[in-house]
């Protein structure tokens, strides 16, 4: 179990005043500065894994994200909802002002968790930016993006064991810097993958944790139809059976458009 600090700042920061069954032992092996692969379903709660004890922990978390969108999300959501600003993102979208600042956030010791793309490993402001800080560990999101066989290989993933191989070289470091991936869904060929990638470059034993992917709040039906009007008139029957927000999915961007029209006239 987390401490009893630990759990206090838990709820000061959060606002919750557990962590999920899955969540804990997680939590556990990163701020005990171990190695992990976590496979957590999409609103399993991942995010908190590394967030939560990158606020505990001396020094700064950096994050690789392979998307600006979910770097934006993350640090949003973190200052919006929970009024945490110890967060920052540094990506190409940011106006030479903007980068300007974020740097010496991040320099000031202002920042607990730096997002970054893949590709910023190549920057030299990145690694002079890395080398003033105590790093308490790095965190790769989205790790399926390591393998071929995963849904969205990523090159430059490839290049981020060169990197922390030459940022422990630089810093004088006699001992690596710890390794969490986060990915929410693998098959096992991405998995040995992620693990075998680790081992051999870095030499490190990434343990696995890994959660169902069964998400009891979704439920999939088939609904027979015999053509295009009788498949309009079932769709617009379930639009209309709930109150809220929906999303239905097509194959092209004109159907969409023509179907949100036929919509709109109903």
Request: hydrophobic share 40%; with cysteine.
């Amino acid at each position: 179990m987390i401490s009893q600090a630990n759990s206090a700042l838990l709820q000061q920061t959060f606002g919750f005043s557990t962590l999920r069954p899955e969540q804990e032992p997680v939590v556990e092996h990163v701020l005990s500065g171990k190695d992990s692969l976590v496979l957590m379903p999409t609103g399993g709660g991942k995010s908190l894994c590394y967030q939560f004890p990158a606020i505990c922990m001396e020094g700064i978390a950096v994050v690789i994200s392979p998307l600006i969108a979910l770097m934006k999300d993350q640090v949003d959501v973190l200052k919006n909802r929970f009024d945490i600003t110890a967060a920052v993102a540094i990506n190409g979208l940011l106006s030479p002002l903007e980068r300007g600042e974020a740097i010496k956030r991040v320099e000031s010791g202002g920042a607990n968790l730096l997002y970054i793309s893949p590709e910023s490993l190549r920057s030299r402001t990145i690694m002079r930016l890395l080398k003033k800080r105590l790093i308490n560990r790095f965190v790769i999101d989205e790790a399926h993006c390591f393998s071929a066989w995963g849904q969205d290989f990523r090159v430059d993933y490839l290049y981020i064991a060169r990197f922390l191989k030459r940022l422990q070289t630089e810093k004088g470091l006699h001992y690596p810097i710890p390794v969490s991936c986060f990915t929410a869904t693998a098959k096992p060929k991405v998995i040995e993958d992620i693990q075998y990638y680790f081992k051999k470059h870095l030499n490190l034993n990434l343990n696995l944790y890994q959660t169902s992917a069964k998400r009891k709040n979704l439920h999939y039906f088939v609904i027979k139809t015999s053509n295009e009007e009788d498949r309009f008139l079932k769709l617009v029957e379930l639009l209309q059976a709930e109150e809220g927000p929906k999303i239905v999915y097509v194959s092209r961007v004109k159907r969409a458009e023509g179907l949100a029209e036929d919509l709109g006239r109903r």
